[in-house]
């Protein structure tokens, strides 16, 4: 029971530093059931296990490998704070007579980056110039049209055309999704770049008490300016019915995967959402295909 008590305390100090977890090893604990979380009445070292299962449930741990590892026992686990890093977790063939898990993760979270998007400022259109565009592409199309045109051909020329006269009448500007922390202002990053020159300096003169103090200093700041984020600008915006700041809090302290995680094929790691598109296209026509062949013909009766 000792070594509960000290994986207890062990997780206690992880803990209070915010830091995702992954615990993994022999727990010698094949009488807990998982999915309910409970410990079979007939089980050896109940109390053992008991134990183990509310150290696990009190620091908020899932455990998420299913395969036994040693006959029909499930004894060796893997268990995270974080379940949305982990993509797989299986068995291989061990030196001993369990099995080997091997456990395939993430070591932070993946944020599926969002491409610039082009926002036209309306404002400062050029109205008349771009009517008079507008009219000719139309009376093109009527042509085309008259002339035999295909309903895709008719499509192309409008859609080419349209997009043309917009960006020859309407200026534009390309709009880019902020993935910085929202209390990161422009005296902090004046402080990030003075303390890369400490740093750099430091490295050549081996003498590192400037930087580190500087590091310091930046720290603080860091943390004045993210303490003065929540209690001045999300309380002020949650007061005037503002929640913006509110969300944009909650999104820079998101320790959880967003959107779809990389996938592999062949061994080889697909990133881009058009590579996962047509993985995931072809996976589910395998499968559909997999399952109409292993449906039998209707015969007449």
Same mark, same amino acid.
């Given at each position: 029971?000792?070594?509960i008590k000290?994986?207890?305390? *062990?997780?206690?100090?992880i803990?209070?530093?915010?830091?995702?977890?992954i615990? /993994?090893?022999?727990?010698?604990?094949?009488?807990?059931?998982?999915?309910?979380m409970?410990?079979?009445? #007939?089980?050896?070292?109940?109390?053992? $296990?008991?134990?183990?299962?509310?150290? =696990?449930? @009190?620091?908020s741990?899932t $455990?998420?490998?299913e395969?036994?590892t040693?006959?029909?026992?499930?004894?060796? !686990?893997?268990l995270? *704070?974080?379940?949305?890093?982990?993509?797989?977790?299986?068995n291989?063939?061990g =030196?001993?007579?369990?099995?080997? !898990?091997?456990?395939?993760?993430? /070591?932070?979270?993946?944020?599926? @980056? %969002?491409?610039?998007?082009k926002?036209?400022?309306y404002?400062k259109?050029k109205?008349?110039?771009?009517?008079?565009?507008?009219?000719?592409l &139309? /009376?093109? =199309?009527?042509?085309?049209?008259? &002339?035999g045109?295909?309903?895709?051909?008719?499509?192309?020329k409008?859609?080419?055309d349209?997009?043309?006269?917009?960006?020859?009448?309407?200026?534009?500007? +390309? =709009?880019?999704?902020?993935?910085? +922390?929202?209390?990161?202002n422009?005296?902090?990053r004046?402080?990030f770049?003075?303390?890369?020159?400490l740093y750099?300096q430091?490295?050549?003169? #081996?003498?590192?008490?400037?930087?580190?103090?500087? $590091?310091?200093?930046?720290?603080?700041?860091?943390? %004045?300016?993210?303490?003065?984020?929540? #209690?001045?600008? !999300?309380?002020?915006?949650?007061?005037?019915?503002n929640? %913006?700041?509110?969300?944009?809090?909650? %999104?820079?302290?998101? $320790?959880?995967n967003?959107? !779809?995680?990389p +996938?592999?094929?062949?061994?080889? +790691?697909?990133?881009?959402?058009?590579?996962?598109?047509?993985?995931?296209?072809?996976?589910? *026509?395998?499968?559909?295909?997999?399952?109409?062949?292993?449906?039998?013909?209707?015969?007449?009766?």
């Open positions: 029971m000792e070594h000290e994986l207890d305390k *062990s997780l206690d100090h803990s209070n530093k915010n830091q995702t977890i615990l /993994t090893g022999d727990f010698n604990c094949p009488d807990i059931n998982w999915n309910t409970s410990v079979n009445q #007939n089980a050896q070292d109940k109390e053992i $296990q008991r134990a183990l299962m509310e150290v =696990i449930i @009190s620091h741990l $455990q998420i490998h395969t036994p040693r006959g029909n026992n499930l004894l060796d !686990i893997v995270t *704070s974080n379940p949305s890093l982990i993509k797989t977790s299986s291989a063939p =030196i001993s007579d369990h099995d080997m !898990i091997v456990t395939d993760c993430d /070591t932070k979270p993946h944020y599926q @980056s %969002k491409k610039p998007r926002c036209y400022i404002s259109a109205w008349e110039d771009l009517h008079k565009d507008l009219t000719i &139309s /009376t093109n =199309i009527i042509e085309m049209y008259h &002339s045109a295909t309903v895709q051909e008719l499509w192309d409008f859609k080419t349209l997009y043309s006269n917009l960006d020859n009448h309407i200026p534009s500007k +390309l =709009i880019r999704s902020k993935t910085s +922390l929202p209390w990161i422009h005296k902090i004046k402080m770049k003075k303390k890369t020159r750099q430091a490295k050549k003169t #081996n003498n590192w008490t400037n930087y580190r103090h500087f $590091q310091k200093e930046c720290k603080r700041q860091i943390r %004045k300016a993210e303490y003065n984020y929540i #209690n001045t600008t !999300i309380l002020e915006g949650l007061e005037n019915n929640s %913006k700041p509110f969300w944009k809090y909650v %999104k820079s302290r998101k $320790q959880d967003i959107g !779809i995680a +996938l592999k094929s062949n061994g080889h +790691l697909i990133n881009d959402s058009k590579g996962k598109a047509e993985l995931l296209i072809k996976q589910f *026509s395998s499968v559909t295909e997999l399952f109409a062949s292993s449906v039998a013909s209707p015969t007449a009766g």
